[in-house]
């Protein structure tokens, strides 16, 4: 069974990088077809993508967070990671982490709640 | 991007009820429509993908219907593990975009 888990701080200053880790067990990232995707959601509000790796390597990055994101994977560790630069009280929300097939998200981790503020 | 919205935006209804919710895409998305139900505190789980398949595991009273730009979730016969908040997501060009969600509570 599939599942992932994101770690990281739960609390970042104004200004600084947001930094979070997906642990996925019961399959390989390397596997073709799947999208490892980050996806948020605001307090009280909807869901947005952040974008995602495919097994190649390959990324898709939000054209409304481009400038500041980046997602990488670790094969080794089996592990995705998020990098959000410049990070403003607008970006508190919970993180996701989630693989995709095709676009539609059949497995999430469970989320991680990341406050900005001072 | 393709903007999704979602009718009503929340609803009550009773045990046993037919409950129905709507989804319309900005622009043609074809069949590339999922649904995801999500509870308080909880990661959203698919139901139905590809506008009318049913994602494994997801309860038989679930379906979805519509193509180009209005979809439908309907419920057949509401349960108590069934309130919770409905999301739409296309998956037809990227960035994928979701509704802003309905709630179903209970009357």
């Known amino acids: 069974q599939v599942q992932l888990l994101e770690s990281g701080p739960g609390l970042v200053k104004p200004s600084q990088t947001l930094s979070l880790t997906c642990t996925v067990s019961g399959d390989t990232i390397n596997m073709g077809g799947y999208l490892w995707s980050w996806i948020r959601q605001l307090p009280g509000k909807g869901l947005e993508w952040i974008g995602h790796?495919?097994?190649?390597?390959?990324?898709y990055y939000n054209p409304s967070l481009k400038s500041r994101i980046a997602i990488s994977k670790d094969t080794s560790k089996s592990q995705i990671s998020l990098r959000l630069t410049s990070v403003t009280a607008a970006d508190t929300a919970v993180y996701f982490c989630a693989r995709g097939q095709t676009g539609n998200v059949d497995h999430w981790g469970q989320g991680t709640l990341v406050t900005v503020s001072s | 991007d393709i903007q999704m919205t979602q009718s009503p935006s929340s609803l009550s209804a009773s045990v046993g009820d037919r409950v129905t919710i709507t989804c319309r895409a900005s622009?043609?998305?074809?069949?590339?429509l999922n649904w995801y139900q999500q509870k308080p505190g909880k990661a959203p789980k698919l139901l139905i993908y590809s506008a009318s398949s049913l994602q494994s595991g997801a309860p038989s009273r679930f379906s979805g219907s519509g193509s180009g730009t209005e979809f439908t979730l309907t419920i057949s016969s509401l349960q108590p593990e069934d309130f919770a908040t409905y999301y739409c997501q296309q998956s037809f060009t990227m960035p994928f975009t979701f509704g802003p969600g309905t709630k179903v509570d209970i009357k």
């Open positions: 790796i495919y097994y190649s390597g390959d990324t």
């Open positions: 622009q043609s998305i074809s069949s590339y």
